[in-house]
Each structure stands twice: as structure tokens, then as C-alpha cells.
């Protein structure tokens, strides 16, 4: 009897630590994104303070790797939301005043910024000198610029 119990708890420990290091689990920045933009850039610091010792247990950087990039995905599906909102102001002005231009344009500038947050925040990253934690450097700094471009491309168009 004894034995199955440890052959039980044994056979559970693999799905017990991915469990843990899900960080979508303990990582929600919907309440960051109410804020100011300088607000949001402390709440992002924060939650990620708090992801880090939620999986300081850890033997290997993977928990920290999971909040890093669990907060970029979270930026990014936040930025998603501003862009479609924008593409479709863009879209109804352009059909208002029977132009064609502004929903290409922002298409167009939205490409372009993509390449240049993954550009800089490599090269943030390696000026960091962080080594093994390269990778955490650049999921931060990517979800930073991320966070500012929300801001940005909010303020772009009139009304937002």
C-alpha cells in the first residue's frame, strides 16, 4: 500500500512542477493596463518581482524564463486590443472622407515597429551583459517597448 502511494505522489511530481511553473497561473496584468503609463511600467516591475520568487525554488531559470515571456505575451495581446481599436477608427475615418490611406498606414507603421522592438531589445539585452539570462532581458525589454507603443499608438489617433 505504501509503495503505491510513493509510486503515486512519484508519477504526479512532473505535472505538480509544470503546474508551477505555469506563470499564466500567477501573472494577470489586466489591472496594470488601467493605469498611466508610468503606472504600468511599475505594475509590470512588480508582477515580475513577484513571478521571480513565486519560482525562485526552482533549480533552473525556466520559471523565470515562463514570467518573462508570460509578460510579453500579455503585452502583446493588450497592444493587439489598441491596434484592432485603431485599425477600425482608421477604417470608418477612411470611408467617412472616401480616402484609403490611414488603415495602410498604420498597418505599415505597426510592421515596422515590430521589427525594431525585436532590433533594440536584442541589443538592450546585450549591452545588459546578462549571459545566461539574455534571454530575460530581452523578453523585458521587448514587453517595455510593447507597453509604450500601446501608449503611442492610443495617442495617434484623435478620440482614442
Excluded at 470608418?92 to 490611414?102: K, L, T
Aim: glycine share 4%; net charge negative.
Amino acid at each position: 500500500m505504501k509503495v503505491t502511494a510513493i509510486l503515486a505522489a512519484i508519477a504526479l511530481l512532473p505535472a505538480t512542477v509544470a503546474f508551477a511553473e505555469d506563470a499564466s497561473l500567477h501573472m494577470n496584468l489586466n489591472r496594470c493596463w488601467a493605469q498611466d503609463l508610468g503606472g504600468q511600467l511599475q505594475c509590470l516591475q512588480r508582477k515580475l518581482e513577484a513571478c521571480d520568487e513565486m519560482f525562485e525554488h526552482l533549480s533552473t531559470a525556466a520559471g523565470r524564463y515562463a514570467c518573462f515571456d508570460e509578460t510579453l505575451l500579455q503585452a502583446d495581446q493588450m497592444l493587439n486590443g489598441v491596434y484592432a481599436s485603431v485599425i477600425e477608427q482608421a477604417r470608418e475615418a477612411d470611408r467617412e472622407d472616401g480616402m484609403d490611406f490611414r488603415e495602410e498606414m498604420v498597418r505599415d507603421s505597426q510592421r515596422k515597429w515590430l521589427v525594431y522592438r525585436d532590433a533594440q531589445s536584442a541589443v538592450k539585452a546585450g549591452w545588459a551583459r546578462t549571459g545566461s539570462g539574455h534571454h530575460s532581458a530581452n523578453r523585458f525589454e521587448a514587453t517595455k517597448l510593447t507597453i509604450i507603443q500601446a501608449e503611442v499608438l492610443s495617442n495617434s489617433v484623435p478620440n482614442y
